[in-house]
């Protein structure tokens, strides 16, 4: 009889596989040290309430704020970091609840700091910043937040508004307790043919089944329960957009989709050019879908099909240091300055690579402006771990360049720029695996790794986008929807994205409705803008145009210095154009062909 396999406690992991958490602090004395001092810090905050009239004032307040800032940020990493090795540790449970709690009484602190900014006229400011030389590089700070000012209502109305934030919230945490606390899906045969109870955690795994009976029934009984709540769902959804729509208005925004995306200076075009660019695309999705379906060797294509591995390969054992070194082949083209800083972070203890007893799941990157990036893996010695490995350290070089390029207040990037990196990473990796692999069968199944990779994050995410964008204008036309209206809007959808090889299973009209991503407007097409700046940059890397490389990192090194759209023009990629994406399709139709000279 086989032995269990157990996993290991955290004392149990060589030191060389943990990341180095004690630079940030030595112990816990000297984080509640650290703590301590915070609190009677960050108090003093308070002194400039009503007192922001001079340059001088300013300077002083904003000097303040970065050191307080700086040092809860330190806190903060160190506290939630020590929790996630071991979440059944109630040391450090106790130190992220303590860090936590305060950080929300100490953003109250200096709440007054942006309305007393906008009280200041444009002239006064920048008077003061050509006066004091210190104030000059607030000035994107101060012009980002003047840009506001249309848009910020009283004192009392923003008093009244954040009173009701609560309140306006509640669609989307009704959402979250019926589907994750309340609903039930009954019970269906496994692939040995036992009862299982059927859930929203395990019908991703029924759902790519190799028997198809399993994966039918998982997916009509998963959507036939979602419609039986259709009414609740669709009144739920309506009542979030219209939360939103009220904002917009309240707010003096034209529309939903301008208050969305104006805060971060994103033209309206890049939303609709995604979606013009996706729709002249969806022959491509259609061809994809055909050639699956051939793959498969089914006579009809239903929706349950679509993501059943079409093609499988016995799994890899990669150990770790081997994954590092194909990484490292992989990243080449990207030089060997950002080489040196990827072997930086494997040996100087950024990476907490391997699983543990109590340690959270999934994978991350994260850090602040005076730590180093820190990244959680639970490596599994699979492929898909080599890549999770290249994603992460992508976001952490982006962070390492941007805190040593950027001021403290310029460090963060946005959502838009977040998953660039990560993605050009990803891009690279797989280029160079699908390029030296061999072996056939691996090689197409490189080849549908990429493609599945375009069709769920590009094609897939515009079509949530376009969903988005009728549903908020019908309501903002005075059209009610009802779960009939939505049931509709998404059953079309499917069949325009789908195409002709796909049978779209009626079920599937139910599908919006267990979609939690519609209740933060206007928010997923990122994913797709991100991966396609991502193919963007990967594409002229390795195409080796004139200052490729150096554009990229330039766009590293900006951290939120700028607005999204204007650091990556300067680096080259302009997402006011249809061009990016276009670029992510030629790469979705070279794949395609790839795959189907691969299996003539």
């Known amino acids: 009889m086989s032995e269990t396999k157990k996993v290991k406690l955290r004392e149990e992991i060589p030191s060389e596989y943990k990341w180095k958490i004690e630079?940030?602090?030595?112990?816990?004395?000297?984080?509640?040290?650290?703590?301590?001092?915070?609190?009677?810090?960050?108090v003093k905050l308070k002194d400039f309430s009503g007192k922001l009239t001079t340059g001088e004032k300013i300077l002083e307040y904003l000097k303040l704020n970065e050191v307080i800032s700086r040092k809860a940020e330190k806190l903060l990493i160190y506290a939630h970091l020590r929790s996630d090795e071991n979440t059944a540790n109630s040391?450090?449970?106790?130190?992220?609840?303590?860090?936590?709690?305060?950080?929300?009484?100490?953003?109250?602190?200096?709440?007054?700091?942006?309305?007393?900014?906008?009280?200041?006229?444009?002239?006064?400011?920048?008077?003061?910043?050509?006066?004091?030389?210190?104030?000059?590089?607030?000035?994107?700070?101060?012009?980002?937040?003047?840009?506001?000012?249309?848009?910020?209502?009283?004192?009392?109305m923003e008093e009244l508004m954040a009173s009701v934030s609560d309140c306006l919230d509640a669609p989307y945490n009704i959402h979250n307790m019926l589907t994750n606390a309340d609903m039930t899906f009954g019970n269906i045969k496994d692939e040995d043919g036992h009862d299982v109870e059927l859930t929203e955690g395990n019908y991703s795994s029924f759902v790519r089944s190799k028997n198809r009976e399993v994966r039918e029934t998982a997916f009509k009984t998963l959507y036939t329960s979602y419609k039986g709540l259709q009414n609740t769902?669709?009144?739920?959804?309506?009542?979030?957009?219209?939360?939103?729509?009220?904002?917009?208005?309240?707010?003096?925004?034209?529309?939903?989709?301008?208050?969305?995306?104006?805060?971060?200076?994103?033209?309206?075009?890049?939303?609709?050019?995604?979606?013009?660019?996706?729709?002249?695309?969806?022959?491509?999705?259609?061809?994809?879908?055909?050639?699956?379906?051939?793959?498969?060797?089914?006579?009809?294509?239903?929706?349950?099909?679509?993501?059943?591995?079409?093609?499988?390969?016995?799994?890899?054992?990669?150990?770790y240091k081997d994954g590092i070194d194909i990484i490292l082949e992989g990243l080449k083209p990207l030089g060997e300055e950002y080489l040196s800083i990827f072997k930086e972070g494997i040996n100087n203890g950024w990476i907490d690579v391997y699983e543990n007893k109590g340690k959270r799941g999934g994978a991350y990157s994260w850090g602040a402006y005076d730590t180093m990036p820190y990244v959680l893996l639970n490596y599994n010695y699979d492929i898909n771990d080599v890549?999770?490995?290249?994603?992460e350290m992508g976001h952490s070089i982006h962070s390492y360049y941007s805190r040593k390029y950027q001021p403290h207040f310029y460090s963060s990037y946005t959502i838009f720029c977040a998953e660039v990196a990560s993605t050009t990473n990803e891009a690279l990796l797989i280029h160079h695996l699908i390029n030296k692999e061999t072996d056939?069968?691996?090689?197409?199944?490189?080849?549908?790794?990429?493609?599945?990779?375009?069709?769920?994050?590009?094609?897939?995410?515009?079509?949530?986008?376009?969903f988005e964008l009728i549903t908020h204008e019908s309501i903002e036309k005075g059209e009610p929807l009802s779960s009939e209206s939505l049931n509709k809007?998404?059953?079309?959808?499917?069949?325009?994205?789908?195409?002709?090889?796909?049978?779209?299973?009626?079920?599937?009209?139910?599908?919006?409705?267990?979609?939690?991503?519609?209740?933060?407007?206007?928010?997923?097409?990122?994913?797709?803008?991100?991966?396609?700046?991502?193919?963007?940059?990967?594409?002229?890397?390795?195409?080796?145009?004139?200052?490729?490389?150096?554009?990229?990192?330039?766009?590293?090194?900006?951290?939120?210095?700028?607005?999204p759209i204007n650091i990556l023009k300067k680096a080259g990629v302009d997402m006011t154009t249809p061009e990016p994406i276009d670029a992510t399709m030629e790469r979705f139709k070279e794949l395609l062909d790839m795959l189907e000279n691969e299996i003539k």
């Open 387 to 391: 890549s999770t490995l290249a994603h």
């Open 91 to 156: 040391e450090f449970q106790v130190l992220k609840d303590k860090i936590d709690t305060y950080l929300s009484e100490l953003g109250s602190y200096g709440a007054f700091f942006v309305p007393e900014i906008l009280s200041l006229s444009e002239e006064f400011l920048m008077g003061e910043i050509n006066k004091i030389p210190e104030l000059k590089i607030y000035e994107f700070l101060f012009k980002d937040i003047l840009k506001e000012k249309p848009h910020t209502l009283t004192k009392e």
């Open 233 to 319: 769902l669709a009144t739920s959804l309506s009542a979030s957009l219209k939360n939103f729509i009220f904002g917009s208005k309240t707010r003096n925004y034209k529309n939903s989709l301008e208050y969305a995306l104006k805060p971060n200076d994103i033209p309206l075009e890049v939303y609709h050019n995604a979606i013009n660019t996706i729709n002249k695309n969806l022959p491509l999705l259609h061809r994809y879908i055909g050639l699956k379906k051939k793959l498969l060797g089914l006579d009809e294509m239903h929706m349950y099909d679509l993501y059943v591995p079409a093609i499988e390969v016995p799994k890899e054992h990669i150990e």
């Open 440 to 466: 056939k069968n691996k090689k197409l199944y490189l080849i549908n790794q990429e493609l599945e990779q375009i069709r769920t994050t590009v094609f897939r995410q515009l079509m949530f986008g376009e």
């Open 489 to 563: 809007i998404w059953l079309d959808l499917n069949k325009k994205y789908h195409g002709e090889h796909m049978v779209v299973d009626n079920e599937i009209e139910s599908e919006w409705s267990r979609i939690p991503h519609f209740y933060t407007d206007f928010y997923v097409y990122q994913y797709a803008t991100g991966y396609a700046a991502a193919s963007a940059f990967a594409n002229s890397i390795l195409d080796g145009e004139k200052d490729a490389v150096e554009k990229y990192i330039g766009f590293l090194k900006s951290g939120g210095s700028d607005y």
């Open 23 to 42: 630079k940030v602090y030595e112990d816990t004395t000297a984080w509640e040290n650290d703590f301590k001092s915070l609190k009677e810090e960050g």
